[in-house]
C-alpha cells in the first residue's frame, strides 16, 4: 500500500505505463483530484483553490504540501484542471502557469467548473448543467459544447440557491432576530451568541467569506421540517430556478441535471421545483469527479 505522499509514484516500474491523466474538480472549498492510469484510480482531497484568492505561488504550494514531497511529476502525460473563477482567462492562466510549476512536462487544460459540470451531467448528450454549492451557476449544453451560460456573480450580487446564498439567509434571519424563540435557541447551541461585528468581520475583512456564509447551510439541514427552515430553502431554490432555468429556452426540452452539495442534500426540494415547473429532472450528484473520470477515460 503506497502512502499518499508517493501516490503519484506508486504504479509498478516495471510494466509498460497506459497514459496516466490527473484530473481535478476545485470548487471554494476543497479540490478533489484523481489520477487516472487504465483502470487504476489513486485519489486525493486539497483545500479549494481559487484564483480570485490566491496567486501562482500558494496554488503551487498548496499543490506541493498536499500531496507530499515525494510524488513523481513526471509520471503525468496530460492534467484537466476545472475551477472556480477560471472562467476569467486571467484566472485561467495564473492556474494552468501555476500547474505548469508543479507539472512542468504535462499538457495542461485549465477551464472553469462549469464546463466540468457540463461534461460530468451530460457526457455528449444535450442537457442543461446547474451547479449550487458554496457557489451557483448553470449552462445550457448541446452534447459537445456549451451554447449558452448564466455564470454566478459571486456571493455579493448573486449566487442564488448556493451555499453562500442560503448561509447569508440563515445570518440574516438571526441578526435580524427573526427566528423563532426555538430555533435561534438551536442556532446559539450550535454557533454559539455571535455577534453583529463578528460576522461582517468574517464576511467583509476576513478570506474565503463565501466558504464563511456556506457553513451555516448545515443549520439547515439539520433543522429540517420547520417552516422558517424550508421557507429559506424554498425561496433560496425557486431564487436559482428563475434568474437560471427558467431563462433557458430548452429548459422544457432537455433533462436538467444537478451538482453540489446543496443540491445533493436538498435534492428533494430540487425534484419537488423540477415538477412544479414541469421540468425533466436528470441527474443530481454530490460532485462531478467521476463523471469527469468517464468523460475523460481514454
Known amino acids: 500500500m503506497c502512502k499518499i505522499g508517493d501516490w503519484l509514484g506508486c504504479f509498478p516500474t516495471n510494466l509498460i505505463m497506459p497514459k496516466q491523466i490527473l484530473i481535478a ?139 453562500a446564498y442560503l448561509g447569508k439567509k440563515v445570518i440574516q434571519y438571526y441578526l435580524y432576530d427573526l427566528f423563532e424563540k426555538e430555533l435561534k435557541a438551536l442556532f446559539e447551541k450550535k454557533y454559539g451568541k455571535l455577534n453583529r461585528a463578528s460576522i461582517l468581520d468574517a464576511v467583509y475583512k476576513q478570506p474565503l467569506p463565501s466558504r464563511f456564509l456556506a457553513t451555516f447551510t448545515h443549520f439547515l439541514s439539520e433543522n429540517r421540517g420547520h417552516y422558517m427552515v424550508e421557507n429559506i430553502l424554498e425561496d433560496g431554490l425557486q431564487e436559482f430556478f428563475f434568474h437560471h432555468i427558467r431563462r433557458y429556452k430548452q429548459a422544457g426540452q432537455v433533462p436538467i441535471h444537478f451538482t453540489g452539495s446543496i443540491a445533493y442534500v436538498f435534492r428533494d426540494w430540487i425534484k419537488s421545483l423540477c415538477q412544479d415547473h414541469g421540468y425533466e429532472i436528470g441527474q443530481i450528484i454530490p460532485k462531478p469527479i467521476n463523471g469527469l473520470i468517464q468523460y475523460h477515460q481514454p
Not at 481559487?50 to 499543490?63: G, H, K, R, V
Not at 476569467?88 to 492562466?93: E, K, L, S, T
Not at 451547479?131 to 448553470?138: A, H, K, N, P
Open 25 to 163: 474538480d476545485s470548487g471554494a472549498t476543497k479540490t478533489e483530484w484523481v489520477l487516472v492510469s487504465g483502470k487504476i484510480r489513486k485519489r486525493i482531497t486539497t483545500p479549494g483553490i481559487s484564483p480570485y484568492f490566491m496567486d501562482e505561488q500558494t496554488i503551487e504550494s498548496l499543490i506541493l504540501k498536499s500531496f507530499g514531497k515525494k510524488f513523481k511529476a513526471d509520471s503525468v502525460d496530460q492534467v484537466f484542471f476545472y475551477g472556480t473563477g477560471c472562467a476569467a482567462p486571467q484566472n485561467a492562466r495564473l492556474v494552468k502557469r501555476a500547474l505548469t510549476r508543479v507539472w512542468p512536462h504535462s499538457k495542461i487544460e485549465v477551464a472553469d467548473d462549469l464546463l466540468g459540470a457540463t461534461r460530468a451531467l451530460c457526457g455528449r448528450k444535450a442537457g442543461i448543467a446547474c451547479i449550487l454549492g458554496t457557489g451557483s451557476s448553470s449552462a445550457c449544453y448541446n452534447g459537445k459544447k456549451i451554447v449558452q451560460q448564466r455564470p454566478g456573480l459571486g456571493y455579493v450580487l448573486g449566487d442564488e440557491g448556493s451555499g
